[in-house]
Every structure is written in C-alpha cells, then in structure tokens.
C-alpha cells in the first residue's frame, strides 16, 4: 500500500506543477510583448546605465586621465584581462615618477565582473553600455584604453577661501543704578580745645669774632712755650728785723 500511495501522491505534485506552468505560460501570452526588434530599432534602442559591455578610460580635453599606473585593477582581475605597463620618467625636481605606458584590455576575455572598476583608487576607468563589439577577428578585442600622447592629470591644490571674520562686539555689562536711600546726618562733636598762640622768642646766637678766637689760639700757645717760675715765699718777720 505504500508503494502505491507514494506513486499517486507523486502523479498528483507532478499534474499540480504542470498547470501552474501552463497558468503562467498563459498569462504571459496575452501580456505586451518587450522583444526588441534589433537591428531595426537603432535609433529607439535604450540601453541601461547599469549594462557593462566596454571598459573606457576617459580623457579630458588636454588629453590626460587619472591613471596612476599602480596596477591595483590588473591585480584584481581573475581571468587576466587587463595588462598594465607603466615606465619610469625623471621631473623638473630631479626626482623619479612612475606613469602609465600602455593599457591594455581584452574584450574577448573580460567577464564584466566590475571588480576593476571598483577597486580603482582614482577612478580612472568606468564600464560603458556601448553594446556593439562584434567583430571577424579576435585580435580586434584587443584594446589600449589609454590614448597617443596622453598623460596623467595633475591634482590641483585646492585654494581654501578665506572666511571674513566678524568683528565681534565687547558686551557692556549692564550696571543697575538703584535709587538713593536718604540716611540721616550725624553730626561729629567736636571737643572744644583752647589754641594758645605761640610766643616768639629771640633766638640768641652766640657769635664770636674769629679774631677773638685767633687770639686765644696765640695765648695758648705762647702759654706752652714759657717755663713756669715757681713763687717765692713771703719773708719771715726775722729776715726783715735783721735786714
């Protein structure tokens, strides 16, 4: 019984997925039709900004791009398509720089995976929706995105403008002016003290004539000089009877 039961409830999964199939095949028969009649809808042919059919570098009006030669997206590209070759050039200050030589990609081998493009540093290469690359000979897909004579865009040093600054204004710190408050006045005693005015008194200055003063340096010094004499006794009464 189970064998027949699994083989009945399998007819039935099988009956139920055919006509979901057919409703859908169904639906979209009457549905509008988005076939696009190509070649002949050239002109009217939109093509989507996501589609990746042909990598580009591309090139300013002085001819120069924004490789940088490091070779990040020739690394990252697992089938190989993509050959970088750069070259050493000396500058105007003596010192050796890496450019871009050549870049090189296959078209015939490239899976559009995008992988280049996004881990590009400078943004130097981008996927374009130009879908015709049909060709005879496969050495045509072959392409050298970077143009003759091109040459690496130099960054511009951006300028910082200058920003006025306003002045800025000292605040005066507002002051609050409050009324006067009436204070009774105190009136000091004095004590009343009794001023004597003074006296004038002569002032009595001891002057001495300096021919004075010569004098009394003369006598003293011929008081030095003389030897001195020593008295004599009076006489006796004896001596004068007798004389």
Known sequence: MSSISKYFSGLFIGIGSLLGGMAVTWKEL???????????N???????????????????????????ACGICEMNCPNGTITVNSK????????????????????????FCNL???????SAIKFDNNYENAVFT???????????????????????????VAPVKAETPTVEIKAPVATPEVKAETPSAEVKAPVATPE????????????AVKESKAGAAEPKVAPKAPATEAETTEN
């Open 30 to 40: 009457w549905t509008k039709k988005v076939t696009q009649q190509y070649p002949e």
């Open 88 to 111: 050493m050039i000396e500058t105007e200050d003596g010192k050796k720089k890496k450019i871009l030589d050549t870049y090189v990609w296959d078209l015939g081998m490239c899976t």
């Open 204 to 215: 009595a200055k001891a002057e001495t004539p300096i021919a004075a003063v010569l004098a």
């Open 42 to 68: 050239r002109d009217t042919l939109v093509i989507s900004d996501r589609f990746r059919c042909e990598l580009t570098m591309p090139h300013d009006e002085n001819n120069e791009h924004a490789c940088t």
């Open 116 to 122: 280049c493009v996004l881990t590009c540093p400078s």
């Open 138 to 164: 496969r050495s045509k897909l072959v392409h050298q995105l970077n143009h003759e004579g091109s040459k690496l865009r130099e960054k511009k040093k951006e300028v910082k403008p200058v920003v006025p």
